[in-house]
């Protein structure tokens, strides 16, 4: 079976990245992804209009890739929806994907996780659900928070992962990433899941590099979004265009010095 990158990374005590894909649909953002040297792709089904065949292309490319694809499904959307992006409350989230015993996710072959190749199902089950199927729990309401410790002890959850921009402004402090409540809820997150030994990661802060580090150096973080192709493409897009301005301006003062 093709490797979990995240696994692979966190038991190496490495830190596992990802670029999150909200916009481009097409393959070849898994391909720049890679050349890029990012560890996994993010594709987010809840704040994007890309479809379940959208996701099932890029998931498969990804794994051809040797870049291990997670897949954030909408908030409530149920246990088919869940079922059909793989082939929310926490202990649903964790039935759903993985198989008996661990869960209640059905039966099905021919994965891409083993390249489409006939596996026993025997085979599937004890990997998947070892390597194969990985539970991240967005951590972004105060009540999660809250309760930390709890999910945190869930069997076959794999991953906290705090949504910095939903959780700071369910604790009305939204973007105020020095406020003592947000640091404390980094390190209530953090604690819990180191005491569970579950993984800790972070999504949202594309432009705080310093607290991602800390994040990463103080908290334990091994699960990191850098950031999401729309905002990557606005942001080169701003760079480029000041850099055509600055030609252009130059042109200019030269003109004026002759």
Known sequence: MLRNNLLTNVSENRLCTALGIKLVAETEAVCL??????????????HSVLSERDASRLCSAALSAGITPFVRVPYQCGQGYVQRILDEQAREAVAYTKFPPKGRRSLTAALPHFGFDRVAAKDVIERLNDFGSTVFLLIETRVSLDNI?????????????????????????????????????????AGASQRAGKIFGICGLYTRPDIYRMAVRDLGARYV????????LAMSMRKNVELLRNIDTTAADSSMDE
């Open 225 to 232: 979004l850098g950031n999401v192709d729309l905002g990557l």
């Open 33 to 46: 992804a890679k050349a890029a040297g990012y560890d996994t792709v993010f594709i987010d089904l809840e």
């Open 149 to 189: 410790d709890a999910l945190a002890a869930l069997e076959g959850v794999d991953v906290l992962l705090v949504g910095a921009n939903d959780l700071s402004l369910e604790l009305g402090i939204l973007g105020e990433w020095e406020h003592p409540t947000f640091q404390s809820a980094l390190a209530k997150i």
